[in-house]
């Protein structure tokens, strides 16, 4: 039973350390990947402008 009441708040405090890091790396990703895809988009576009 000891183990049990040290393991619940072992356990809450990982999650609110490590969830908000979690969610930030994610978001970030997130906005990497879609800054890339634009960049591609736009010279994907000034390639197509410049066989005209």
Request: glycine share 0%.
């Amino acid at each position: 039973m000891a183990k049990k009441k040290t393991f619940t708040p072992l356990l809450y405090l990982l999650s609110i350390v490590f969830l908000p890091w979690c969610i930030s790396l994610l978001f970030n990703k997130s906005l990497e990947s879609k800054n890339i895809l634009e960049k591609f988009i736009e010279l994907e576009e000034l390639l197509f402008l410049d066989e005209m």
